[in-house]
Each structure stands twice: as C-alpha cells, then as structure tokens.
C-alpha cells in the first residue's frame, strides 16, 4: 500500500528517521507488543516497537532475535528509565545494532542516552513539559514523543491537544516530534501533521489486531468498552509516586487503590523504602497487565486502554489498520 500523496509528504521527515514507509509508530504495550505485533507493524510500513517492559536482558535478547526472524523492516526498543538493569538492557541493543531505543518512564539516567548513541542508536523520549524536552534535546535525543493523558497505560496529567498546541509551535520546525495519546482515526493524524507533527504513534488501536496475541476476551473487553470506560487510576498518598495508569474500570482498579493503601502503610512502618515501594507499584502493574492480556482475566486483571478505545470495535489485520487511517488522513487532508 503506497501512502497518499499529501499525508506521506507531511511525514517524509518522521519516515525518514525511522527508516519506515510511515511515520506511524506502534506504542509499546507491555506483553502486547511483543514479535508477533511488532514484526507485523513493521512489515506494514510503520513502525513496531518491542516493549522491554520487567523483561530480564535474556528475554529482551530472545524476543529482538524472534522479531528479527518475522521481519527485515525496521523496528525499535522501549525501555522503562527505572529497570533496575537498564545497562544491561541497552547492551542487549547495542549486540543487535537497534536502529531506536526509546526510554519512558521518567528522566533517562545519566549515561543512557550516550550508551544508545555510542552503538549508533537513535534516541526517543517522552517529556511532559516543554522546558525538559528542550532540556533533553539539548542533551542528545534525537527525537520526542508528546503523549497526552488520553492514552492508555501510564499516563502524564495533560491532554494531547494541549500538548501538541505547546510543543509543536516551540519545538517541531527543528526537531522531529512524534503525537500519541487518544488518537483513533486518520482525521486526527492529519491535524497534527498540519501542526508540524513529523508523525504519531498509536497503542489502543493496534492493541487488538489480528496479529496481536493478547487473549480473546481482553480483545472483547475492548470492543465493549467506550472512552468513558478508560479510566485513571487514583494516587492514594501523595508520598509515593504513581504515575497514574489508564485502563477499563473493572475489580481490578479497585484492587489497585488497596494496593497503595497497603504499601503507603508499609512504609509508614519502616518496612520498605521508597525506591521499593515504587517497585512494588510497579510489579502490581505487570502482574495485572498479564493476567489481562495473556490469562485472558479482564475482571481482577489490569485492562489498559486509551479513551480511544471506543474507536476499537473489530479484530482487523494490522495492515487494513494502517491503510484505513492513512486514507482518512488523505480525505481529509484533501479536502481542505
């Protein structure tokens, strides 16, 4: 499928970079974005990104080497800033020579991000306010991704459209900027690309793609769920630090609120510190990401889906995906 002639031209610069047909990039959903999605985005002319997740370096190393075996197209690396072997992580990257690594989850380390380049790798991060994507554009990434509270997963407190109105003005004529967060159709990407947006990145709507492996009724849930179902979880105590996830309201939201009373009580009792609180916030996450995605538990697992999941209503090959949302971007692009 050759990208119409307007969008491609507007993402030229985000193509480019990452070497793909289209600056459409898969956001990294943890047990969801593994070689099976990745491999088959990337095979459709956007770009696939595995997502490192509490992977151990031997796990990172085996799933790179099976996507390497589905497809030749290029395709990237999320790692989490605070995995307690991020060296050994980004090492993994370097044997392989990835072409992208992108770090989320907070500030990179000192040092990360001169690791991935020094192995020639591109560098992608995520900043909530313009003054520290300056900050670390200035120090050596390559590109930025804005993500707005809409998406699903962890999620920062500001919406997509503000963003995007805040960075893109500032930042997109000398740098190349990636939009995510609640975008489902090919309008919206055409809007951001007008705003000098290089390309976008989408989670939720791949999420539930033919080659994507979460389970049936995970899929399920998201074709009955609707925006206001995708719901924020709610920081107990304001000492410990969570970064709130956006997921379908089900027992385990609940569950999740319990979770930081019980943790927040443990630390007012000395019997953890904060770095290990944070951890265990962390692991609940994964724990309850697969028993929903894997296990196939949608009522105590952790659903997590963007607003723009009502947007999701059928399982449909990755590359039909694609193809649609660029022939509504071209519409509409178009038509004006």
Request: hydrophobic share 45%; glycine share 10%; proline share 4%.
């Amino acid at each position: 499928m050759t990208a119409s002639s307007k969008t491609s031209a507007m993402m030229r610069r985000g193509a480019e970079f990452l070497g793909t047909e289209h600056a459409i990039l898969c956001g990294a959903m943890s047990w969801v974005s593994e070689r099976n999605l990745v491999s088959a985005i990337s095979n459709a002319g956007g770009f696939g990104v595995i997502a490192c997740g509490a992977m151990t370096p031997e796990l990172l190393d085996t799933e790179i080497t099976a996507t390497k075996a589905l497809t030749d197209k290029p395709f990237g690396v999320n790692l989490i800033t605070m995995h307690p072997m991020l060296s050994d992580l980004i090492a993994v990257c370097a044997k392989h020579q990835i072409g992208h690594v992108v770090l989320a989850g907070g500030i990179p380390p000192k040092g990360s991000v001169e690791a991935i380049k020094e192995f020639g790798g591109k560098v992608l991060v995520f900043a909530p306010t313009l003054a520290l994507a300056k900050k670390l554009l200035r120090s050596g990434a390559d590109a930025l991704v804005i993500e707005g509270s809409e998406a699903g997963g962890h999620i920062g407190p500001v919406s997509t459209s503000v963003l995007a109105q805040e960075f893109l003005p500032e930042l997109a004529a000398d740098h190349v900027v990636f939009v995510a967060g609640g975008i489902g159709r090919g309008e919206m990407i055409a809007s951001y690309l007008e705003m000098g947006a290089s390309g976008v990145q989408l989670g939720t709507r791949f999420a539930c793609a033919t080659e994507s492996i979460a389970h049936p009724a995970f899929k399920k849930a998201f074709f009955r769920g609707n925006a206001r179902d995708a719901v924020a979880s709610v920081q107990v105590d304001p000492r410990l630090p969570v970064i709130p996830v956006r997921a379908l309201k089900n027992k385990g939201t609940e569950e999740f609120t319990a979770k930081q009373i019980e943790v927040a009580k443990r630390l007012d009792d000395g019997l953890v510190d904060m770095g290990q609180a944070q951890l265990e916030i962390e692991h609940f996450w994964a724990g309850a990401l697969r028993r929903a995605v894997i296990d196939g538990d949608v009522e105590t697992g952790s659903v997590m889906a963007g607003q723009s999941v009502g947007m999701v209503t059928k399982e449909e090959p990755v590359a039909d995906i694609i193809a649609q949302l660029l022939a509504e971007s071209e519409a509409a692009l178009t038509k004006r």
